[in-house]
């Protein structure tokens, strides 16, 4: 009882630090595990902040003089989860905002346009774990929008939003066909997807349109181009077309993924895999592993609303039950993420120079039993477990 309202009192200190614009002092973590990801786990460790970034990590750190200290011997300390793909916090009715139904291609639409920062699923987003995610589109348009990436400390007046345009979403899948919009068969969604991207490779730069300018950068493999495709012979189809444009791709869903997963490491294509839950079959939850095992760049994704943030780490936690060693379920969670949505510089890792991103949990982040006491963003606190 006695560690337990010491450690409350040193976080109410702690909260202050954060809420008070105190920034420019230095925080001391001293905690009983750092799992910095990148270069292993850390017992006994002190992580110093200065500035919202991590100056230092490691087991023997002096604490600078007049150092906030946060005192936690007990407790493991792991990088900000990043969220792949997911479409939280869209405005009005969120299932309506992540498609543009009426056109088939719509690349000009910028999703961040319907975000709304102060929306309840932020919150909740924090409360998991998540403190960095990927807003994307659905996977109702052949050619659909452009992803964000941001995150999620959005009391700040600026700063948040890390990449406004992340690249492009592509769908090859079923849903993209729809009885009262073109395409309506599988041969014309390749077929227009092919349309589109020769479009864009003639586009001249005298003759400016919007939606051409920004696939024009998705061939020249200056945007990432996230592509939806989900069945064997839909994740066939994607990688015919990244082989014929030579695109600098991604997949995203790709949950057959597996037996093709040698194809797909060949050709160096990363993987954003949906969320694992408690009720998939066996044969599905040993699928993330087997990709993963075969070389290829895996990251999960909550895919929220559809299912719960909380099931980001959850999906982690059930592909190593099912298969998928440790240090990759971390790196799918972290560093994986955040260098198949290009912010890898700043996050993904508690690492000297990186943003101080971090999630404070009562025991090991690959057990379910878990559970996530704090979370801070640049070094503020963001999130608090109450009822200690």
């Known amino acids: 009882m006695k560690r337990i309202l010491s450690f409350l009192v040193i976080l109410s200190g702690s ?22 990801v990148t270069d292993g786990v850390i017992t006994n460790g002190v992580i110093i902040i200065h500035n919202g970034r991590i100056k230092a990590v490691g087991e023997n750190i002096d604490i600078p003089e007049g150092a906030k200290v946060l005192d936690m011997p007990d407790r493991n300390v792991m990088p900000g989860m ?3 793909h997911c479409h939280i916090g869209l405005s009005l009715d969120i299932f309506g905002e992540m498609d543009e139904t009426v056109a088939a291609v719509a690349a000009d639409m910028q999703i961040l346009d319907a975000f709304n920062p102060h929306a309840d699923s932020v919150k909740k987003a924090l409360r998991s774990g998540v403190t960095t995610v990927m807003l994307a589109p659905g996977y109702r348009n052949p050619v659909g929008g ?15 939003v890390l990449k406004r345009t992340a690249g492009v979403e592509f769908s090859l899948m079923n849903q993209a066909l729809m009885f009262d919009r073109e395409p309506t068969s599988r041969a014309g969604l390749i ?36 592509i939806w495709a989900h069945t064997v012979d839909e994740i066939a189809s994607a990688m015919t077309i990244v082989d014929q444009y030579n695109l600098n791709a991604v997949l995203v869903a790709a949950g057959q993924g597996d037996e093709l997963a040698d194809m797909i490491a060949g050709r160096n294509l990363p993987v954003i895999y949906p969320p694992l839950l408690l009720s998939s079959r066996d044969k599905d939850l040993k699928r993330a592993g087997k990709i ?43 560093i ?53």
Not at 193 to 213: D, G, I, Y
């Open 146 to 160: 452009q992803p964000a990436v941001l995150k999620l400390d959005t009391s700040k007046a600026n700063g948040w």
């Open 15 to 36: 909260i202050c630090l954060a809420s008070s614009g105190g920034e420019s002092q230095i925080l001391a973590i001293r905690a009983g595990k750092i799992w910095t």
């Open 82 to 84: 990043i969220d792949a």
């Open 292 to 334: 993963a095992g075969s070389g290829v760049k895996l990251a999960f994704a909550s895919l929220a609303p559809k299912t719960d943030l909380c099931d980001l780490r959850t999906s982690a936690i059930l592909a190593v039950k099912y298969g998928l060693d440790n240090e990759t379920a971390l790196k799918s969670l972290t």
């Open 191 to 226: 077929e227009l997807v092919k349309e589109e991207l020769e479009k864009a490779k003639a586009q001249k730069h005298e003759a400016f349109n919007p939606r051409r300018e920004v696939l024009k950068r998705v061939v020249d493999a200056n945007l990432p181009a996230y």
């Open 336 to 388: 994986n993420a955040a260098e198949i949505v290009g912010v890898a510089d700043r996050l993904g890792s508690i690492s000297e120079g990186k943003d101080a991103d971090l999630v404070i949990l009562n025991g090991d982040p690959l057990q379910l039993t878990s559970g996530i006491e704090m979370v801070m963003i640049n070094g503020n606190i963001v999130y608090q477990r109450q009822g200690e």
